[in-house]
C-alpha cells in the first residue's frame, strides 16, 4: 500500500495487540445499543442544563462498537489528520524507505492504537473534514467489551454506570459543537504542528542532544507529550503547549461536568471516579513505559491539572468566571496558566486574590 504510513499494517498489527475481545457473545451485548442510544441522549440535555452549552451540529449519534470497531474509526481519524505530514513524507521517500519506512510507521501506530482498544471505554470523534465522509465522523463511540468487562470486574451498576460515560463523552461534543469557535481552534493547532514538520533526519540528532542536555538538568522532556515532543521544533513546542493548555481545560472540565450533571441520578459515581482514577494511574513496568513514550501519560495529567483549574477559577469568580475561557481563542488557558490559575485569572482582567 503506498503512502508513508502502512495502514494495513497498522490494522493488522493493532488488532494482534488487543488480542482476543471477551463478551463476544451477543447475549452479553443486549440491551447495550439501546442503553447507550437513551443515555446519550439524555446526556445531551443534562450537561445543557449543567453548562450551558448545547450543541450546534443537532443532536448527538451514539455508536456501541467493539475494538476492532474502535481501532478502524481511529485510523480513518489519523488518515485524516495526517495527510500534511504524510503527504511531506511521500514526497521525500524512494527507493527502500518507500517500502521499509511506511510498514515501521503503520506498525508503530497500530501498537498504540492495539494497545488503547483494550483499555478505551468511550470516545468522542470530532468532524475533521466536512466534505470527507460526514456520516462516519462527529460520533460517540462506546466500546461494549471494555465497558461490560469493567461492570462486571468491579460491580458496577450497569444502567447508572453507562449514563456516567454518556456525560463524559456528549460533555466533549458539546466543547466542540456548543463553542462556536471551538472546533475550527483545535484543528488549526493540529494543522499548525503538521504543517512544521520537517522530515529531515538531522531532526533525529538533534533531538537525541536535547534529550541528553534536559537529563543532565533533571528534566524529562516526554513529559508534555512524549515522542512527539522529542522531535518537535522549538515553533512546534509552542502549539503543542497551546494544545496542551487546552486539552487540559478540555478533560478536566469532562470530569467535573460528569459528576455535577449525573450527580442526583448516578448515585455510585464517587466509586466510579475513584476506581477510573486508579486505572488512570496503577500502570508499571511496559505499561508506564509505552504511555510516556506515546504521550498518554501526559494525557492523563491533563484531567488532575484541568480540574484544579476550574475548580480555583470558580471558587475565585464561580461559573461566570469560567464561562470566559469559552468567550474566544484567546482566552483558552496556556499550559503554565493550568497549573497557576492566578495567571489567568490577572490575564482575563479579574485581579486574582492575595497570597
Known amino acids: 500500500m503506498g503512502g508513508a504510513v502502512d495502514w494495513d499494517v497498522a490494522r493488522t498489527i493493532a488488532a494482534k495487540v488487543a ?3 471477551p463478551f463476544q457473545a451477543g447475549r452479553y451485548r443486549d440491551g447495550l445499543e439501546e442503553d447507550f442510544a437513551r443515555y446519550t441522549a439524555m446526556a445531551e440535555d443534562l450537561v445543557a442544563e449543567c453548562t450551558g452549552l448545547r450543541s450546534l451540529d443537532g443532536k448527538a449519534r451514539g455508536c456501541v462498537t467493539n475494538r476492532e470497531g474502535w481501532v478502524d474509526a481511529n485510523l480513518a481519524s489519523f488518515q485524516r489528520l495526517l495527510k500534511p505530514i504524510t503527504t511531506k513524507l511521500e514526497d521525500k521517500m524512494d527507493g527502500k524507505e518507500s517500502v521499509f519506512g511506511p510498514k515501521i510507521a503503520g506498525a508503530e501506530l497500530g501498537a498504540m492504537l492495539g494497545w488503547m482498544s483494550t483499555r478505551v471505554l468511550g470516545q ?6 466536512e466534505d470527507e465522509n460526514p456520516e462516519d465522523q462527529d460520533i460517540v463511540y462506546y466500546v461494549a467489551p471494555n465497558v461490560l468487562m469493567l461492570e462486571q470486574r468491579y460491580a458496577f451498576p450497569p444502567q447508572e454506570f453507562r449514563l456516567w460515560l454518556a456525560l463524559h463523552e456528549v ?5 466542540f459543537t456548543g463553542v462556536p469557535w471551538m472546533r475550527e481552534h483545535f484543528l488549526g493547532l493540529v494543522n499548525s504542528t503538521m504543517d512544521s514538520v520537517d522530515p ?3 531532526r533525529f540528532l538533534a533531538a537525541a542532544q536535547r534529550l541528553l542536555e534536559a537529563r543532565k538538568r533533571g528534566e524529562d522532556p516526554m513529559d508534555q507529550g512524549g515522542m512527539m515532543a522529542l522531535f518537535a521544533s522549538e515553533e512546534q513546542l509552542e502549539v503543542i503547549n497551546e494544545v496542551a493548555g487546552l486539552m487540559s481545560l478540555l478533560e478536566g472540565h469532562g470530569d467535573i461536568t460528569m459528576d455535577r450533571a449525573g450527580k442526583d441520578l448516578i448515585p455510585s459515581q464517587e466509586r466510579f471516579a475513584r476506581v477510573l482514577r486508579n486505572r488512570r494511574q496503577g500502570a508499571s513496568g511496559f505499561t508506564k513505559v509505552f504511555q510516556k513514550l506515546a504521550g498518554l501519560e501526559a494525557k492523563m495529567k ?4 484541568g480540574e484544579h483549574f476550574i475548580q480555583s477559577v470558580e471558587g475565585h469568580g464561580g461559573m461566570e468566571l469560567l464561562d470566559k475561557a469559552w468567550a474566544e481563542p ?3 488557558p496556556s499550559i503554565a496558566e493550568i497549573r ?3 495567571q489567568w485569572i490577572e490575564r482575563v482582567g479579574v485581579s486574582a486574590p492575595a497570597a
Do not use: F, M
Not at 460533555?171 to 466543547?175: E, G, L, P
Open 200 to 202: 529531515d533526519p538531522k
Open 330 to 332: 484567546a482566552n483558552v
Open 124 to 129: 468522542y470523534d470530532l468532524l475533521v473534514i
Open 19 to 21: 488480542g482476543r475481545e
Open 171 to 175: 460533555t466533549h461534543r458539546a466543547q
Open 340 to 342: 497557576d490559575p492566578s
Open 302 to 305: 491533563q484531567y488532575a491539572e
